[in-house]
């Protein structure tokens, strides 16, 4: 009995070993940016986000803030007023229909060299008994418009207690601070700012495996 316990004891601690290896190698593997640089695209057309969250304000406080991490980062951006209504014109009102139209379809209306497909996963305010935080998080890919083929994939997320909570006056004080901040989470959409965070680390070039610098930018191929 002791010997199969050892033996048991032994297999566990060669497979967590192994296990914690293979999620450091998963974690530190460095993405493949093979296609993105043979496709090299100029232009995003931004499609509105898939809305996975609970809230009916995810898709346009993440469509409104990802215009500005793409420019900044070198591209070429088309103006998300005029590709909204361009969709309607065409009898689309929703990111579901959006996301359905074929790459062909969409080169063929707006020109672009690649389009960002966007999905919120989480939007919103989540509560603990002594906490409150507006948390976004959202998934992104980038795919080429001529090919089909995708680019760039990847995701980030944001809270707005990013930081922890330094409150000194004890448990009192915890207790008064998680209401304030729930009632300004209630009374306000505090997901809007937390989603530009989101936006910005999920966009802008230059993060480990994030987008690669467009040909607007200095630092263009210097990836």
């Known amino acids: 009995?002791?010997?199969?316990?050892?033996?048991?004891?032994?297999l566990a601690t060669v497979m967590l070993a192994a296990g914690l290896f293979t999620g450091c190698a998963t974690q530190n593997r460095a993405y493949d940016y093979s296609a993105f640089k043979q496709s090299r695209p100029r232009s995003i057309l931004v499609l509105p986000p898939l809305n996975q969250s609970p809230d009916v304000n995810a898709t346009a406080s993440m469509l409104a803030q990802m215009t500005y991490p793409l420019a900044e980062s070198g591209y070429?951006?088309?103006?998300?007023?005029?590709?909204?209504?361009?969709?309607?014109?065409?009898?689309?009102?929703?990111?579901?229909?959006?996301?359905?139209?074929?790459?062909a379809k969409l080169r063929e209306i707006f020109g672009a060299d690649a389009a960002l497909y966007v999905a919120v996963t989480r939007y919103g305010a989540t509560y603990t008994v002594f906490d409150s935080s507006a948390v976004v998080s959202a998934t992104g890919k980038l795919v080429d418009l001529k090919s089909g083929t995708t680019l760039w994939e990847g995701s980030a997320t944001a809270s707005n207690s990013e930081g922890g909570n330094n409150n000194q006056g004890g448990l009192v004080g915890l207790l008064v601070a998680a209401v304030v901040k729930q009632i300004m989470n209630n009374v306000t959409d505090a997901s809007h700012p937390v989603a530009g965070i989101?936006?910005?680390?999920?966009?802008?070039?230059?993060?480990?495996?994030?987008?690669?610098?467009?040909?607007?930018?200095?630092?263009?191929?210097?990836d």
């Not at 009995?1 to 032994?10: E, N």
């Not at 951006?77 to 014109?89: C, D, G, Y």
Request: charge should be positive; charged fraction near 15%.
């Open 198 to 222: 989101t936006s910005q680390r999920l966009l802008v070039a230059g993060r480990p495996n994030g987008m690669l610098y467009g040909p607007r930018s200095p630092n263009y191929e210097k």
């Open 76 to 103: 070429y951006v088309l103006p998300v007023a005029l590709v909204s209504e361009t969709f309607k014109n065409n009898g689309l009102h929703n990111a579901g229909e959006i996301h359905e139209v074929s790459t």
């Open 1 to 10: 009995m002791h010997t199969t316990s050892t033996r048991l004891l032994k």
